[in-house]
């Protein structure tokens, strides 16, 4: 269904100034669309959006989650690092000690404003422990209020990467 | 007198069932249709536990929506014109089919009713008059709301129905030529007898370009796309009823449609051939009844299988994939088509090539108000189709296909027919 596409100011000729057979043309267009798309519903291309999902790339950056250690616990080591690199300021660190001297600092709270998050995911690069991932592929937020989106710890740490929360 | 009274109420009941019964069809045709144009589904989410009939329940949540909307009044308007140009537009929009005839008679108890609520004998004048009528509701909707984008809509409205209204009414003076009256069931009748044996004596055969003149008139006079300058969302936000919520908006929406309805109504009556079968007159389909009435019914009982077997196939592709109500909808559109199919079966076992004269009356009847019907739903088909397939008029190059483009030519085609009609 290619037509020929005159340049702006080009010349048409008569038949095309007689515009009736044109419509005519645009007509049979038009009604070959709704004819194939009546006898082949299925192949519209049309995601049924809540129940199919469009495949997205592995390296799509969905909403963040936060890694654990082998003990469960965060592996987030508090240095600030994504707060700094973040453009948004969205990530809001709370330090404290970590109870196994071996480890400096951990997470004492770690809130991030999704709201106000670009999706960047300057965070994940610069984390130095690989602690932030945007690897849960979850694009669909929506809440019934602000506050929703301001999400905690406990929050970041439960995010999966199978696209469940 | 009582009768007389009482058909016609009848009669208005009729007309008034079939086009408010075909505004939902259409918003829904006009949504689907588009989305088929350009590659999308349309509308298939609104069900009532999970019958969705392609979409067909939005309008019904449409009009739940607009009813339980709040009526907002902005600050400024003028009250009694603001109310009332909704009704006006609604109301004008449905007057006109006040002439138009569906159907030729229907005989009861060896009367004859004509089909047609009121058959004046000046028809295409009163038609004339009502269409310009139709701009008062959308000027004083414009004027009234107090808002610029609504006044230009009301602006460019006037200006665009009465330039379109010249070449309509010099397009339809051809015609009024070639018939001889006025009267609209005049003018139908003409047109059941073929030309030189093959041709129906349709109005788009003898008066091509006064055809061609009308139906584009018609567009604008509609204000449907290509010529919905009143509307322009693209420049006037969405024209004339921008200031309008709730059911007065809802009002405009519905004129928009019957005024689809009618300008189809009034194509298919001038100039194809109203509720006249193209070579099938009444007269045969009275003698033939016993041969007809048998095969529509077989062809209703095909059709019948065929989608109930178009709709189990899809029930057993489509089993659980959705997981909740939707899923039984194939299938239970299959039982309905199963059940029509029985009902023409049982038709067929009632003996109806034994049918009287009366009943073949009826028939006949019953056909041509279907073939009108059935005009008339290709040409809101035909409204919806160009809508979505063309661009919308620069206001200049409108102004310029009006007066510089059609009035010419509806002239020419006046002058052309006069001589015509003169000689012969
Ligand atoms: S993705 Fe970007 S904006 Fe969002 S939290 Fe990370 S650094 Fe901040
Ligand atoms: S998530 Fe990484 S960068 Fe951010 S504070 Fe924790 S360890 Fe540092």
Not at chain 2, 342 to 355: K, M, N, V, Y
Request: with cysteine.
């Amino acid at each position: 269904m290619n037509g020929k596409v005159h340049g702006y100011g080009g010349k048409m000729t008569l038949g095309e100034r007689l515009y009736l057979g044109e419509i005519f043309r645009g007509l049979g267009i038009t009604i070959r669309h709704v004819i194939r798309n009546l006898l082949h519903t299925g192949d519209l291309p049309t995601v049924q959006y809540p129940e199919e999902r469009r495949a997205y790339s592995e390296r799509f950056r969905g909403r963040h989650r936060l890694m654990k250690r082998e003990d469960g616990t965060p592996r987030c080591v508090a240095c600030m690092m994504c707060s700094t690199a973040c453009p948004a300021d969205c990530i809001h660190i709370v330090a404290e000690e970590h109870p196994d001297p071996a480890i400096e600092k951990a997470p004492a709270s770690f809130e991030i404003d999704l709201l106000r998050c670009v999706y960047c995911g300057l965070c994940e690069e610069a984390c130095p422990c690989d602690a932030i991932r945007m690897d849960t592929g979850i694009y669909d937020l929506a809440a019934d209020s602000r506050e929703k989106f301001w999400v905690d710890k406990d929050f970041l740490l439960n995010n999966t990467t199978d696209g469940t929360r | 007198m009582t009768d007389l009274v009482l058909t016609t109420f009848l009669k208005m009941a009729f007309i008034l069932a079939v086009i408010l019964g075909l505004v939902p069809v259409l918003i829904w045709a006009e949504r689907k249709g588009s989305a088929f144009i350009q590659d999308r589904t349309g509308p298939n989410r609104a069900g009532i536990a999970g019958i969705r009939l392609a979409g067909l329940i939005h309008p019904i949540a449409d009009v739940l929506k607009l009813l339980f909307k709040e009526d907002v009044r902005p600050a400024g308007v003028h009250r009694v014109l603001y109310a009332l140009a909704p009704f006006l537009v609604f109301f004008v929009s449905l007057l006109t089919y006040a002439v138009i005839p569906f159907g030729d008679y229907l005989e009861v108890g060896g009367r004859r009713i004509p089909l047609v609520v009121a058959d004046l004998d000046v028809g295409i004048l009163y038609v004339l008059a009502i269409a310009s009528l139709g701009t008062y509701g959308i000027v004083m909707g414009g004027w009234a709301s107090n808002n610029k984008y609504t006044f230009l809509g009301a602006v460019r409205s006037t200006s665009q129905m009465i330039s379109y209204e010249i070449s309509m009414g010099l397009a339809l003076m051809g015609l009024l030529l070639v018939s001889q009256s006025l009267r609209l069931t005049d003018v139908v009748a003409g047109q059941g007898v073929l030309l030189w044996g093959f041709l129906p004596r349709w109005g788009v055969v003898i008066q091509p370009l006064g055809a061609i003149l009308f139906m584009t008139a018609a567009f604008a006079e509609t204000n449907r796309n290509p010529f919905d300058l009143p509307e322009g969302e693209s420049e006037l936000v969405s024209g004339y009823h921008l200031e309008y919520s709730s059911m007065k908006f809802a009002l405009f929406f519905m004129a928009e449609y019957t005024n689809l309805v009618v300008a189809s109504a009034l194509i298919a009556t001038l100039y194809f051939g109203g509720w006249n079968i193209p070579w099938l007159p009444r007269a045969v389909i009275e003698a033939r009844a016993g041969v007809l009435l048998p095969l529509l019914l077989a062809a209703h009982v095909a059709i019948c299988a065929l989608a109930a077997a178009l709709y189990l196939r899809r029930a057993s592709r489509e089993r659980g994939r959705f997981g909740d109500g939707r899923d039984r909808e194939p299938g239970l559109m299959a039982g309905v088509c199963v059940l029509l199919g029985l009902a023409g079966l049982a038709a067929l076992a009632l003996r109806p090539w034994e049918i009287g004269p009366a009943g073949a009356s009826l028939l006949a009847t019953a056909l041509q108000v279907g073939a009108f019907v059935g005009k008339v739903v290709f040409f809101c088909w035909f409204f919806i189709w160009v809508r979505w397939t063309l661009p919308r008029f620069r206001y200049d190059q409108l102004m310029h296909l009006g007066w510089k483009v059609m009035l010419p030519l509806a002239l020419a085609n006046l002058v052309l027919t006069a001589v015509v009609v003169a000689l012969v």
